[in-house]
């Protein structure tokens, strides 16, 4: 009879437990879902404005034709081959002013940026783009040099004026180039000195949707980013050499040199440029071996950064459900500690509703967070469901003096929970000493306790 008692209730535990898994799994689920609406939101409002931006640019470019004879059995005929030459800058300065905004789908608000900035490109000379030719007694023929400016997305495109040494230029849409093909372009004078420097202006006012990178281009590129925005995420090849972040907004600094970037090559090649705006590198093994390279699916090298949101609800949540199986299970400690130690009968249905309450928890979290703050959500949740596990457990242990202090146990615990949820790089040492400690209690309460004694009572009161 007391083994049956005994499996009875372990078969009962093991049921419930199986059923608010289930429960959680649904949840968790859910959050999934309405973190891919805000993902759908997100994508909307680029598409109807601009989406993450990539600049790349100033660039020289100039189109060729290269002709010549060949004569076959007699005959004589005329091929010829297409080429582009490219010139990227001596010295590239970026200086940009990046202002932040929110804007909505619905529920779901993400980070809309308006960049003002000067950029400046000096050129020593534009020997790089005189044709060349690959064929005896061949004749060339090029078109005026251009020079183009691509973005991402041109449609965040607002203001561009350019002036190339000091004269204003007539700025016209797409690049001219196969490869990048959203931007500007101004075509160069036919009369112009290649043999002589070149410098451009450019103002430039962008719009996109968070995030923001740039090519550097240069043999020594310089960016300097300016923001409003406090929580920047910093990505790319390449991290700030200089950097500043307050409350009000940051400040960074970028110095690259040609020499440990393969930017220019990467054009050069006519690789892409990455959608997400954080390209991977390019393989820096490629040139081991042919075979290497012709695998080789890098994008163009970037640095630039991300206007992140800290508190993204459906990520603090989806991180907090999966802490649910713990919370639960040291629920249902406290729980049979307490039936244990006071000899008190406890169903297997009053464990579910117990459980229940700690997965209703991250329903009403979830929910209450789409419409208050995160901070305030959570207060909100977790309060409610330390008073009703505080009032329903002072009944099935038998009096406000057993109930309270499980309340508050309970209470301590999303107190825990939300300590862990703003740390993102200690997360897990904290919760592990936290565990300890909860471990460490326990055995210290129960180091005198007869378990025998007490299985086969809490056995035979069952029964």
């Known amino acids: 009879m007391i083994k049956t008692a005994i499996f009875g209730k372990l078969g009962g535990l093991v049921l419930v437990l199986i059923l608010l898994l289930v429960g ?15 993902s759908l939101a997100v994508q909307s409002v680029g598409k109807s404005l601009a989406g993450s931006q990539t600049l790349l640019g100033p660039l020289l470019q100039r189109a060729c034709t290269e002709e010549w004879f060949v004569t076959v059995d007699k005959k004589t005929t005329t091929e010829r081959r297409e080429f582009k030459r490219y010139a990227a800058p001596t010295v590239l300065n970026v200086n940009g002013t990046n202002q932040l ?5 619905g529920l779901h608000a993400t980070q809309v940026f308006t960049l003002k900035s000067n ?28 020079m183009l400016l691509a973005v991402s997305d041109a449609r965040g495109i607002r203001l561009a004026n350019v002036k190339i040494n000091g004269a204003a230029q007539t700025v016209q849409s797409d ?13 160069l004078a036919e009369n112009t000195d290649f043999s002589a420097p070149i410098d451009a202006q450019i103002d430039l006012e962008l719009l996109g949707t968070e995030r923001f990178s740039v090519v550097p281009l240069g043999n020594a590129t310089q960016i300097n980013l300016t923001s409003n925005w406090p929580h920047p995420s910093f990505d790319g090849q390449f991290l700030p050499s200089e950097r500043k972040i307050t409350d009000k907004g940051f400040e960074a600094s970028w110095r690259v040199s040609s020499l440990a970037s393969t930017a220019q090559q990467d054009v050069m090649k006519q690789r892409r440029l990455c959608e997400s ?29 991300a206007f992140i949101d800290p508190i993204n609800t459906y990520s603090l949540s989806n991180r907090a459900t ?7 299970a040291l629920t249902f400690v406290a729980v049979g500690l307490f039936e244990f130690m006071k000899s008190l009968r406890v169903h297997p ?3 579910f509703l117990v459980g229940a309450a700690i997965s209703i928890f991250f329903l009403l979290l979830v929910s209450l967070s789409e419409h208050l703050a ?18 329903y457990a002072s009944h099935i242990l038998g009096s406000w003096k057993r109930g309270l202090p499980f309340g508050l146990g309970i209470a301590m615990l999303y107190g825990l929970l939300y300590v862990l949820l703003q740390l993102e790089q200690t997360a897990l040492v904290v919760g592990a000493i936290a565990l300890f400690i909860v471990l460490a209690a326990v055995m210290a309460l129960t180091r005198k306790v007869d378990w025998y004694g007490k299985f086969k009572n809490s056995a035979q009161l069952q029964s």
């Open 24 to 38: 959680l799994g649904q949840i968790t689920d859910l959050v999934n879902e309405r973190q891919g609406q805000r």
């Open 101 to 105: 905004e929110s804007r909505s789908r």
């Open 119 to 146: 950029i400046s490109a000096q050129w020593e000379n534009l020997e790089s783009l005189k044709g060349g030719a690959e064929r005896a007694n061949s004749q060339i023929k090029c078109e005026p040099a251009t």
């Open 175 to 187: 690049t001219l180039n196969p490869t990048y093909q959203r931007g500007i372009h101004v075509r």
């Open 277 to 305: 705006g954080d390209a991977l590198a390019v393989d820096r093994v490629s040139t081991a071996s042919p075979a290497v390279e012709s695998v080789s699916t890098g994008c163009v090298e970037t640095l630039g950064v």
């Open 322 to 328: 999966k802490y649910g199986l713990l919370f639960i």
């Open 349 to 351: 249905i009053q464990y």
């Open 374 to 391: 995160f901070a305030v959500a959570y207060s909100i949740a977790s309060s409610a469901c330390a008073l009703l596990l505080a009032y």
